[in-house]
């Protein structure tokens, strides 16, 4: 059973770059049919995805976040990370990995695209 | 960009009521991008529905989705005590995931 864990810092100051690092372990990072992603969630607030990488290097990002945003993928280590440049205290949340399922449906010419694991997610700080 | 609006925000329920959740979308997509999760305090969302209407490995049959286009339905049979959580729903467009604000189902 896959299962991801992300690491990384708990404090990070404002201006600097926050860097995370989800390791998938239970299968392999490789298999065909999955992006891996990065969620956040402030405390008290919902959901707000911020971008997924395929093990090729394709990356799509939240484009609210685009500018500030870089995903990588490392295969030899079953990591892919985040890190995420002149943060603010605005960027204080829950950070959650997951990987992203996406496979044709049966009907049309259409993919599924949903987030079937989830990290139990990491505590970042922002302050100085 | 899609934009996902749930509905209502709060749903207070007694146990063994149905609850129905609405998501709306601000334009149409396949009913293969949309999906829901169930978040508790403390922890990860958890996988409910995809495809609209697919349940998730493990998801009990209480637990139906819905609807095509721009408006989607999260259902729950009977409220059991584990289910009063928080509801997202999730959709794709344009090499894009966006998540809903939430429905909170609390008890009554």
């Known amino acids: 059973q896959v299962q991801l864990q992300e690491s990384g810092p708990g404090l990070v100051k404002p201006s600097q770059t926050l860097t995370l690092t989800c390791t998938v372990s239970g299968g392999p990072i490789t298999s065909g049919g999955y992006y891996w992603s990065w969620i956040r969630q402030p405390a008290g607030k919902g959901l707000e995805w911020i971008g997924r990488i395929y093990t090729s290097g394709t990356t799509n990002y939240n484009p609210s976040l685009k500018s500030r945003v870089t995903m990588s993928v490392d295969t030899s280590k079953s990591q892919f990370s985040l890190k995420l440049s002149s943060v603010t205290a605005a960027d204080t949340a829950v950070y959650y990995c997951?990987?992203?399922?996406?496979?044709?449906?049966?009907?049309?010419?259409?993919?599924?695209?949903?987030?079937?694991?989830w990290g139990k997610g990491t505590t970042v700080t922002v302050s100085s | 960009e899609i934009v996902l609006t749930q509905s209502p925000g709060t749903l207070s329920l007694s146990p063994g009521e149905r609850a129905t959740l609405s998501c709306r979308a601000s334009q149409s997509a396949s009913r293969s991008y949309l999906a829901w999760y169930q978040q508790k305090p403390g922890q990860a969302p958890r996988l409910l529905i995809y495809g609209a209407s697919i349940r998730a490995t493990g998801i009990p049959d209480r637990f139906s989705g819905s609807g095509s286009g721009t408006d989607f339905t999260l259902t729950i049979s009977r409220l059991e005590p584990e289910d009063f959580a928080v509801y997202y729903c999730?959709?794709?467009?344009?090499?894009?995931?966006?998540f809903g604000p939430g429905t909170k189902v609390d008890i009554k």
């Open positions: 997951a990987r992203v399922v996406v496979v044709p449906a049966p009907w049309g010419n259409y993919y599924y695209h949903y987030m079937d694991v």
């Open positions: 999730q959709q794709y467009g344009s090499s894009v995931l966006t």
